[in-house]
């Protein structure tokens, strides 16, 4: 082998042994409009600061998340200045629901997420949400059905268990499953008030992928998704408002300004999958 053959050689040697491995690509963002919050379970009143307000004991039992501090009397500013159990601690909401009970005996529910979503309208309309503005208080649901209609919002189902139907009211879940509830809130705002008389004419769902033209302002859509650690017969279980079908719940947005801004621009408006800090997932 000549020098020159000799030094080629070991030169591709040398170059194989200390050249840099080029790094992994970026991952390419999960291409879904969300951010959530994760709130446990806080405490039970049975005290509701929107439709009760300045009245404790007037409501059915309820089951807090997030604020700790939520009571009849509670105004904006005591959630501002309260204590949350929310995962980011910066989402100083309210989120409450009617009690479950199982043979008469409170359960609480095991997991508690709340997600932030664009969803349910068309592209162009996720592209100009809006923040939901602090303050607003919504109630989604009825607490006064008589029974599962076409305008039941609330499911039930079990985690785990696909083969088990969505129903509008309880469901028997098998062992080794949950009890699993969602709930829809609306997410078209008349762009003016941050409550109504009925705590829900201020608000709208979509009609045809669109807001209508009463609410033109499109927010996120909470969505409330609650397991609670029950299987088996539902004729077991109630609702404090009655039942399954009964099935409601409240929201007390105290998430500050700057934060719910940030997380519609960067995860709602592009599309863009968030984790529970507002950051791609």
């Known amino acids: 082998m000549s020098s020159l053959s000799r030094l080629i050689a070991l030169l591709s040697v040398l170059f194989a042994t200390f050249a840099v491995a080029p790094g992994p690509a970026s991952a390419e963002p999960v291409r ?16 509701d600061p929107i439709v009760f307000p300045g009245l404790p004991g007037a409501s059915h039992m309820h089951s807090f998340f997030g604020s700790r501090v939520t009571n009849a009397h509670t105004q904006l500013a005591d959630l501002q200045q309260g204590a949350t159990n929310c995962n980011p601690a910066v989402d100083k909401s309210s989120y409450w629901v009617p009690t479950l009970y199982r043979d008469n005996a409170p359960v609480e529910p095991a997991i508690i997420t709340f997600y ?14 809006q923040p939901l503005p602090l303050g607003l208080r919504i109630v989604a649901g009825n607490a006064r059905a008589t029974g599962p209609d076409d305008t039941t919002i609330s499911r039930w189902s079990c985690l785990h268990a696909g083969h088990v139907p969505p129903s509008k009211d309880f469901v028997n879940c098998p062992s080794g499953t949950m009890l699993e509830s969602y709930l829809d809130f609306p997410q078209c705002w008349n762009g003016r008030d941050l409550d109504s008389a009925d705590h829900k004419s201020h608000m709208a769902y979509p009609v045809g992928q669109q807001c209508p033209s009463s609410h033109p302002v499109p927010v996120p859509k909470l969505r409330q998704v609650i397991r609670y650690p029950v299987t088996g017969d539902p004729s077991r279980l109630r609702l404090a408002s009655g039942g399954g079908f009964t099935m409601h719940g409240d929201f007390f947005n105290a998430w500050p300004a700057a934060e719910m801004e940030r997380r519609v621009r960067d995860c709602i408006r592009p599309v863009i999958k968030c984790g529970a800090d507002g950051r791609p997932s």
């Open 32 to 47: 879904v409009a969300e951010f959530l919050a994760d709130c446990p379970f806080s405490h039970r009143l049975p005290d």
């Open 116 to 129: 932030y979503l664009g969803e349910g309208v068309r592209d162009d309309i996720v592209a100009r949400t």
